[in-house]
């Protein structure tokens, strides 16, 4: 499997608190015809890569806004709910789920919102076409680039 840096939102980003993605999308000024936006080919993914500690839950968030802080005219496009923390285990897939095609802001991003203060815990997130492949492979090779 393998992932362009411009698809992910967080590559191993580690969580502890309320906080969004490190990466979002800038779909460019015609946002409304972007990447998921006119498509159903798009799948959100988000992996535990290690496993999370301290905390009682996480919740995880496909939003789409007006600017690349994610706060401006903020829509919601997905939602896990509370995921607890004794699902939050290294290598588990915490979201892979097919977007439907809708109208998205210009910046596409993800929230975490956690339920108490994580000690630990870290995950990786994008969009990919392939699905399965996401699904079945815990190991990423990294250090490319083209």
Known sequence: ?????QSL?????????????SNVIDQ??????????????????????????????????LVSADDAA??????THWNSGPIALA????KSML???????QRLRRYLGVIYTVVGTMTAGSVLAGIAEDLPSVMTTDQFAKGFSV
């Open 9 to 21: 939102f967080s590559d191993s980003q580690l969580i502890t608190i309320t906080a969004n993605s």
């Open 28 to 61: 460019g000024p015609n946002a409304m015809t972007g990447l998921i936006g006119q498509t159903s080919q798009g799948a959100l993914f988000v992996r535990c890569m290690q496993t999370f500690a301290g905390g009682t839950s996480l919740a995880i968030s």
């Open 87 to 90: 699902s939050l285990t290294a």
């Open 1 to 5: 499997m393998l992932f362009d840096t």
């Open 95 to 101: 979201a892979a789920t097919r977007i439907p095609p």
């Open 70 to 75: 994610l706060s401006s005219n903020l829509i």
